[in-house]
């Protein structure tokens, strides 16, 4: 049960500010909230269930500890995606002329193909090989976070900006994956390890107090 809470979590997380849910958004200024979250659940169940079948299949050749590491060492890209943000490129208008759930349904699966969180659950189906709770835990965190995305992006707007739901988000993968890292990797690279931490740690506070000055910069 332990996959499926972390699964749940880890996706709400990687969500946040994602392609997927400003798609969320934008659908439901067209399309009523359940149509929408339907399309969501139909497109999650087929596209995570792919990558979680992934994630199963590499362990059969790949060992496990290699794989924890390779897993770890992906929260952290996580971290570093969330923090680049998402635009949307038209999907929201590309399927337009079909039927609201399958409009959404087409668009959330196509914008899902080699996304972070499907390259997540594919690293969490590997890691913890209860691939059943991964892809359960996976699927309700992509609800949750769109649903966030629709019934209460409006007052996210208002209260807290999007640079700092952003960095939230960063921040707790960023977490994950240095703990991970530390857990997996083998002691005698822990002195590189260390290295690495505070030279990343360094740099991820360098790069939060520019976004703060464009971001201020941006509201002036």
């Known amino acids: 049960m332990s996959s499926l809470f972390f699964a749940l979590a880890f996706v709400t997380l990687a969500e946040m500010g994602d392609k997927t849910q400003l798609l969320a958004m934008a ?16 497109a999650t169940i087929f596209n995570h269930g792919l990558a979680v079948a992934l994630g199963e299949w590499l362990t059969t050749f790949i060992p496990l500890n290699t794989i924890q590491i390779i897993a770890a ?10 923090i680049r943000g998402d635009k949307l490129n038209g999907e929201e208008k590309r399927f337009s002329k079909y039927v609201p759930i399958l409009s959404v349904t087409l668009a ?26 991964v892809l359960i835990g996976t699927t309700l965190g992509m609800l949750v976070a769109d649903g966030i995305g629709i019934w209460a992006g409006a007052w996210l707007n208002q209260k807290f900006s999007t640079n700092t739901i952003k960095w939230f988000a960063a921040i707790i993968f960023i977490l994950f ?33 520019m976004s703060s000055r464009k971001e201020k910069t941006y509201e002036v």
């Open 27 to 42: 659908f439901a200024s067209k399309y009523s909230a359940k149509q929408v979250m339907i399309g969501v659940f139909i």
């Open 73 to 82: 060492a992906s929260f952290i890209l996580f971290g570093l995606w969330t």
């Open 108 to 133: 959330f699966f196509l914008a899902e193909i080699g996304d972070k969180t499907q390259l997540a659950t594919i690293s969490l189906a590997a890691k913890f090989q209860s691939p059943y709770f």
């Open 177 to 209: 994956g240095i703990i991970g890292l530390y857990h997996y990797i083998p002691e005698s690279y822990s002195l590189y390890l260390n290295l690495f931490t505070f030279l990343f740690i360094v740099g991820l506070a360098y790069l939060m107090k």
